[in-house]
């Protein structure tokens, strides 16, 4: 690791085994430890904090992303709003508090969370809004490693399937259990050893990808 990995809903599920994984280089923000990413105020303050105790991240990765899963015309506004909250606004607000602060440093990597199958041209019957605004994650991402590549900063997607953690969403879990080529449910290390490669400088000639961890089930 090159410095601090900077892990943005990091408190349980994928992001917490992603932290578990940096061991002491992780610096985790969630509401419940103080940061409230949906804050622009309450994440500036926690950017300088980190920077003036730890320096510069070397890799920012964004977990936070509610799931829902309510047919398209049944999704009311409360739930609509929390959804955008939760997919889109935290992560605009990250990006923007911290990602200038890895071009002014000329090195860095993002890694951000979709979830498998929004890059495809089809219908999301399961969970339409959760899956638009994961497809608005994807394209965020390729912009914005556009927008830094000449900086030697590095944005991918990883989009996973279903994985089981003990936050996880156990019900639509267990009904497509079956359709998984692989035959079985993924695991927080299947995702974790994916980060632990876009975070190195193995990967420094990849940026703007979508990575599909989901056993085929998309296959
Ligand atoms: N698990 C899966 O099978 C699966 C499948 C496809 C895609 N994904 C995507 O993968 C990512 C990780 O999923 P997960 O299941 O590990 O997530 P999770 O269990 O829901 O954990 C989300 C984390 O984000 C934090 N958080 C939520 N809102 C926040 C806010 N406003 N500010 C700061 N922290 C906030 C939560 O802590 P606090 O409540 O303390 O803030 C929690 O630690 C998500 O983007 C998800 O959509 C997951």
Do not use: C
């Amino acid at each position: 690791m090159n410095g601090p990995i900077l892990i943005v809903g990091g408190g349980q599920g994928i992001g917490a085994a992603i932290a578990a994984d940096a061991g002491p280089a992780a610096a985790v923000w969630t509401r419940s430890r103080g940061v409230d990413a949906g804050d622009r105020a309450a994440l500036t303050a926690a950017f300088a904090r980190l920077r003036a105790e730890r320096g510069v991240p070397w890799a920012l990765v964004h977990t936070i992303g509610d799931f829902v899963e309510t047919p398209l015309l049944q999704t009311g506004v409360e739930q609509y709003e929390a959804l955008v909250h939760s997919n889109l606004t935290t992560l605009f607000h990250t990006l923007a508090v911290v990602v200038p602060a890895l071009v002014e440093q000329r090195r860095g990597r993002v890694v951000l969370f979709a979830a498998a199958g929004t890059d495809r041209q089809r219908a999301m019957q399961r969970a339409p809004w959760y899956f638009a605004l994961k497809a608005a994650v994807v394209q965020v991402a390729r912009s914005l490693a556009g927008e830094v590549a000449a900086a030697g900063v590095t944005v991918n997607v990883i989009s996973p399937g279903l994985i089981e953690h003990p936050h996880s969403h156990r019900d639509s879990q267990a009904r497509l259990r079956p359709r998984v080529p692989i035959g079985r449910l993924g695991t927080v290390a299947d995702i974790v050893a994916l980060v632990r490669w876009l975070a190195s400088d193995a990967s420094a000639y990849v940026t703007g990808e979508n990575f599909t961890v989901d056993g085929g089930l998309q296959l």
